[in-house]
């Protein structure tokens, strides 16, 4: 497909050609750019726009709001709504999902989203993101929770948006991962980087070292060997990153490889994982396998879970192919009792409360 100045609407064009909701997928998809235009107004005014900071609501997840969180999901409710092309909106600020009338057009879409991914680090001037996940709406009846609950191998579509130097949006249709970058001068969103891969191996990870302590035998083993690096098993050298924003993690491993993880812990024992399945994992899930990549839980494949609410929280481990493998084996070693007995470092040879 030529780079040059393919416009994103030309591309569905082109991508969606034949399928059932070829015009209509299509036009959802340039609403959702519609709605990252906006929100990307938004986020490089910054305090210039006074929508920075937080405010004295929490979301139905337990977090204290950001102003940008409820500015950013009012966008996509709001674009979205008016479209007439979803029967329904789910959300990570909205307790349940929310029907739209269905006068207001034929709704043959379910739109499920984080409006704006990793607000934690809005006030320090790092890359934020927007999550998206578009499925099959039922067709002459209004949409109930249970129509939302579809594993991630049924989305139609799925992507991101990504508000840094340079504001891209990336997403897939099914047909592989391809990369828009935002031309403020003229309003769209041009391909820039078609048919991204993820590398099948990596060098580099990124997980939250802070949790360590609370980390499942399988995650302790895997990065204790990546820290080691070429003094071990692995025979190489390993970069660690984290920026705490699943939407930058995500972005950089599309770019250069890598893997992501968020796995469970015992921090919170009644939690079986930390992300949301449905506008978090799914969708991610999605692009990085569409782009030569895994997305697992450690014991299953994240486009196979069945989901159970629509805020459903999940391990997560994501990118590069050789790299999730190797988790996921030394996940069922683990549980079969055949893994080596992982010994900490730290404690290697006295313990911190040794007399």
Same mark, same amino acid.
């Given at each position: 497909?030529?780079?040059?100045?393919?416009?994103?609407?030309?591309?569905?064009?082109?991508?969606?050609?034949?399928?059932?909701?070829?015009?209509?997928?299509?036009?959802?998809?340039?609403?959702?750019?519609?709605?990252?235009?906006?929100?990307?107004?938004?986020?490089?005014?910054?305090?210039?726009?006074?929508?920075?900071?937080?405010?004295?609501?929490?979301?139905?997840?337990?977090?204290?709001?950001?102003?940008?969180?409820?500015?950013?999901?009012?966008?996509?409710?709001?674009?979205?709504?008016?479209?007439?092309?979803?029967?329904?909106?789910?959300?990570?600020?909205?307790?349940?999902?929310?029907?739209?009338?269905?006068?207001?057009?034929?709704?043959?879409?379910?739109?499920?989203?984080?409006?704006?991914?990793?607000?934690?680090?809005?006030?320090?001037?790092?890359?934020?993101?927007?999550?998206?996940?578009?499925?099959?709406?039922?067709?002459?009846?209004?949409?109930?929770?249970?129509?939302?609950?579809?594993?991630?191998?049924?989305?139609?579509?799925?992507?991101?948006?990504?508000?840094?130097?340079?504001?891209?949006?990336?997403?897939?249709?099914?047909? $592989?991962?391809? %990369?828009? &970058?935002?031309?403020?001068?003229?309003?769209?969103?041009?391909?820039?980087?078609? +048919?991204?891969? =993820? *590398?099948?191996?990596?060098?580099?990870?990124?997980?939250?070292?802070?949790?360590?302590?609370?980390?499942?035998?399988?995650?302790?083993?895997?990065?204790?060997?990546?820290?080691?690096?070429?003094?071990?098993?692995?025979?190489?050298?390993?970069?660690?990153?984290?920026?705490?924003?699943?939407?930058?993690?995500?972005?950089?491993?599309?770019?250069?490889?890598?893997?992501?993880?968020?796995?469970?812990?015992?921090?919170?024992?009644?939690?079986?994982?930390?992300?949301?399945?449905?506008?978090?994992?799914?969708?991610?899930?999605?692009?990085?396998?569409?782009? $030569?990549?895994? %997305?697992? &839980?450690?014991?299953?494949?994240?486009?196979?879970?069945?989901?159970?609410?629509? +805020?459903?929280? =999940? *391990?997560?481990?994501?990118?590069?192919?050789?790299?999730?493998?190797?988790?996921?084996?030394?996940?069922?070693?683990?549980?079969?009792?055949?893994?080596?007995?992982?010994?900490?470092?730290?404690?290697?040879?006295?313990?911190?409360?040794?007399?």
């Amino acid at each position: 497909m030529h780079q040059g100045r393919t416009t994103l609407s030309k591309f569905l064009i082109q991508q969606l050609k034949g399928t059932a909701e070829q015009s209509d997928l299509a036009a959802l998809l340039v609403d959702i750019a519609a709605c990252v235009k906006a929100i990307s107004a938004m986020t490089a005014k910054g305090e210039l726009g006074g929508v920075l900071g937080s405010l004295d609501s929490t979301n139905v997840q337990g977090e204290t709001q950001k102003k940008l969180d409820v500015l950013s999901n009012t966008a996509f409710i709001n674009t979205l709504a008016m479209g007439g092309l979803v029967a329904g909106l789910a959300s990570e600020e909205m307790d349940d999902p929310q029907d739209i009338d269905p006068q207001e057009g034929s709704g043959r879409f379910l739109a499920i989203f984080d409006p704006l991914d990793g607000s934690s680090n809005i006030d320090v001037n790092v890359s934020v993101g927007s999550i998206f996940s578009v499925l099959r709406a039922p067709q002459g009846r209004p949409a109930v929770a249970q129509d939302y609950l579809r594993p991630g191998r049924h989305q139609l579509a799925a992507g991101y948006a990504i508000y840094g130097p340079s504001t891209m949006l990336v997403l897939t249709v099914g047909k $592989g991962t391809h %990369g828009f &970058t935002l031309d403020r001068e003229v309003g769209n969103f041009i391909l820039t980087h078609p +048919h991204m891969a =993820v *590398p099948a191996d990596t060098s580099e990870f990124a997980i939250n070292a802070s949790n360590e302590r609370f980390w499942e035998p399988p995650v302790q083993r895997y990065v204790s060997e990546c820290k080691a690096g070429s003094n071990d098993v692995r025979g190489r050298d390993f970069n660690m990153r984290w920026i705490a924003s699943m939407v930058a993690e995500v972005h950089r491993i599309l770019m250069r490889g890598g893997v992501f993880l968020y796995p469970r812990d015992l921090k919170d024992p009644s939690r079986a994982g930390r992300l949301r399945l449905m506008y978090e994992a799914n969708p991610m899930g999605f692009v990085v396998e569409q782009a $030569g990549g895994l %997305g697992s &839980t450690g014991r299953a494949r994240l486009l196979d879970i069945e989901p159970d609410a629509i +805020h459903q929280r =999940v *391990p997560v481990i994501l990118g590069s192919k050789n790299e999730v493998e190797r988790i996921e084996r030394y996940h069922r070693e683990h549980d079969s009792g055949t893994d080596k007995e992982y010994t900490s470092p730290l404690f290697h040879e006295r313990s911190l409360f040794a007399n």
